[in-house]
């Protein structure tokens, strides 16, 4: 049959162990073949994937790149139509064209659309100035100039409503002569008002009607500023380390009340600052270059014609009238000063015998219980720790804008009480083992975070502002105490006082030098420096860019950079880390860098807060994520950060949401595992 035959071929032709090798072989050289064409499939694959990742991350870098141009572009142009607007108000303002009495009496006069014009005015805002505007031009208000007055000065108005209130009083300024005369007096008692806000708004608004031209003499409000500065009781606790400012300190112990004019007093002078307090120079400049920035201004002032000189303002009072203003707040600087002293002393007091109880040394007798904090102790440490840390940050903001050097506070020979469970309970007091060694993902991040350059090693001491190599001058994080090489170096170094009197008085030349030749951190070396700052992509970019910084370093420049550091993009959140490596690793021996950052987007986190706009979201999360890196290099106190997070849990909807997890990605994990936290 057909079956038994196929059979019997099949078995005809069976191989022999030679061609039965043969077809393994040619079996086996096919399969390797295979294999070796699919590797060669797989890695042009993988070659093509890279290729196109690194054009699409090109693509997207330029993208940025373009969108942080644009951004730039935006707010420049955003400042110059701001100051094209202030310089036409102001030259309508000192010379107003103010129509006939004619033309007035055909416009409405009637009590009906007066009384919509006020209550109008009362309900000023952004959104309706410009409707309100135009009933005024349509109203004639000449016999209800008072009551005009007075909505004005009673108006609730924001922060972002001062713009548009200036505005409509220029308005009523070009049409009413005797308007101005009422309005700055009224201003005036407002800004006595016993809610800070207020205080804060009307001062503004003063401020901005001066810039403008409303009014011509500063008196009024330089009065306002010596009731803030001389009124608020118990501005200074402890003893007083001066005669000078017993105007001041004379008066009760309401600490929060001073804290909250200290507070005020200092957002003014850093909005303010160019047009109140701006000097060309840290001593001032020749006449020439006067007369190139600007022409005399016929209300005593100095006319800005240029963007540049100072930056982004147009008018600055002269230097005589600058003096009442800058001597009250050079008061109010010393002052503080003296009771951030006095905090700082009796903060290190409590730590101390916080230290003692948790050790289980303490004496009292009591209901609280050896070696813990009472309930209320605890309380009543977070309260001061609150104060003082408000009260460093006010200072370091108004030390920044009068251009004055923050005092040296004492070393600390305790730590937080936080820390100091650490000393009492061992190094994992409330954290489980398991999580208290992995403080840090990997030992690179680690190694990030923890293992700052000492910058001595790289720049000489002359440059950092340290004469005394071995000086207890280090700061925040990163650098371990000094060897005993060192320590013999400074000992052989300190023998011959010439020599350091001789480099003493070269630092002081240098300083000197710097701040004239960079004033406010200008200076074509630094301009290049700053640009290279949105290229510190990674850890060796970012410490040599603090390398080269400290060859420029000066106030000014120390200024400029803090500056850059708090523009930072706010759809370039990879560069964060490095901008806060940057300011750790300066900030070990430059330590004015540190607080004024972190005083600057604590501030900018208050107002960004309750802004609702989707737009302003990407602007929180930059903010929160620097606060956070910041955090993780122990810049950032962690009752800053805490009070963030809480301010974001007392309204935990909208935007909130957003910030509160962005917080804690960056730096929940650190907290959370370390000690102190």
């Not at 196929?6 to 073949?33: D, F, M, Y």
């Not at 009551?147 to 009083?169: L, R, T």
């Not at 960004?608 to 810049?635: A, C, Y």
Request: glycine share 6%.
């Amino acid at each position: 049959s057909a079956p038994n035959q196929n059979r019997q071929e099949v078995g005809a032709q069976r191989w022999t162990p030679k061609e039965s090798k043969a077809a393994e072989s040619k079996v086996v050289t096919k399969e390797l073949e295979a294999e070796r064409l699919r590797k060669q499939a797989g890695e042009e694959a993988k070659e093509k994937a890279q290729q196109e990742a690194a054009k699409f991350a090109k693509e997207e870098e330029e993208r940025k790149a373009a969108e942080r141009a644009a951004e730039e572009a935006c707010r420049a142009e955003e400042a110059r139509a701001a100051i094209r607007l202030k310089r036409n108000l102001r030259a309508e303002n000192i010379n107003p064209v103010r129509p006939e009495e004619e033309k007035l009496k055909t416009l409405d006069s009637s009590i009906k659309r007066n009384t919509a014009l006020i209550k109008k005015l009362r309900q000023l805002s952004e959104e309706g100035h410009k409707g309100l505007m135009e009933d005024i031009r349509k109203v004639n208000a000449s016999r209800y100039v008072s009551e005009v007055v007075a909505a004005i000065a009673e108006a609730k108005i924001k922060m972002s409503d001062v713009p548009a209130a200036v505005q409509v009083c220029s308005e009523l300024h070009q049409r009413y002569v005797d308007f101005s005369a009422a309005l700055i007096p009224a201003a005036s008692d407002a800004a006595e008002a016993p809610t800070p806000a207020r205080k804060r708004v009307m001062l503004r608004l003063l401020s901005e009607l001066l810039i403008v031209g409303l009014y011509s003499d500063p008196t009024q409000l330089c009065t306002v500023i010596k009731e803030l500065v001389s009124a608020p009781p118990g501005l200074f606790v402890g003893t007083a380390p001066s005669s000078t400012f017993h105007a001041v300190m004379d008066f009760g112990r309401d600490k929060d009340g001073s804290l909250s004019n200290i507070t005020l007093l200092a957002n003014f002078a850093k909005q303010a600052r160019e047009e109140l307090l701006y000097r060309e120079d840290a001593e001032a400049k020749s006449a020439e270059a006067e007369a190139e920035a600007g022409e005399p201004s016929p209300q005593g002032g100095v006319e800005r014609t240029s963007l540049s000189a100072p930056p982004e303002v147009c008018f600055s009072l002269s230097p005589e009238q600058q003096q009442p203003f800058r001597a009250l707040l050079e008061t109010l600087f010393e002052t503080s000063c003296a009771s951030l002293v006095t905090e700082h002393s009796a903060m290190q007091h409590a730590e101390q015998v916080n230290a003692r109880t948790l050790e289980g040394v303490a004496e009292t007798v009591g209901a609280m219980a050896r070696g813990e904090l009472s309930e209320e102790t605890q309380a009543n440490y977070e309260k001061q720790r609150k104060y003082y840390d408000q009260l460093l940050r006010s200072v370091a903001s108004l030390a920044s804008s009068i251009d004055r050097a923050m005092p040296e506070l004492p070393e600390e020979t305790v730590s937080r009480v936080a820390e100091v469970c650490q000393v009492s309970m061992g190094s994992t007091a409330g954290v489980p083992t398991e999580q208290a060694g992995a403080l840090w993902e990997d030992e690179e991040m680690r190694t990030f975070y923890e293992s700052l350059p000492d910058l001595r090693a790289f720049v000489p001491a002359l440059l950092l502002g340290d004469t005394d190599p071995s000086g207890g001058n280090a700061g925040t994080g990163g650098v371990t105490a000094a060897t005993e090489d060192e320590k013999d170096e400074s000992a052989a170094s300190s023998a011959s006082a010439t020599t350091d009197a001789a480099t003493k008085g070269a630092a002081e030349k240098i300083d000197d030098k710097d701040d004239k030749t960079s004033a406010d951190g200008g200076g074509v070396a630094l301009e290049h420096l700053m640009a290279r700052l949105p290229n510190c992509v990674n850890r060796d970019v970012a410490d040599s860019f603090a390398v080269d910084f400290c060859y420029l370093n000066s106030k000014g420049a120390r200024k400029r950079l803090v500056r850059t550091l708090f523009a930072a993009p706010r759809n370039a959140l990879e560069l964060l880390p490095y901008y806060s490596r940057i300011s750790a690793t300066l900030a070990q021996y430059l330590k004015d860098i540190g607080p004024l950052l972190v005083s600057w987007l604590d501030e900018e986190f208050g107002s960004l807060l309750h802004k609702k706009d989707p737009l302003n979201l990407e602007s929180k999360i930059r903010n929160i994520r620097f606060l956070g890196e910041l955090t993780k290099f122990k810049i950032t106190p962690p009752s800053v950060i805490f009070g963030c997070l809480k301010k974001c849990y007392d309204d935990f909807t909208h935007h909130n949401i957003d910030i509160a997890c962005h917080l804690l990605e960056s730096c929940g994990r650190f907290l959370f595992r370390s000690p102190e936290t």
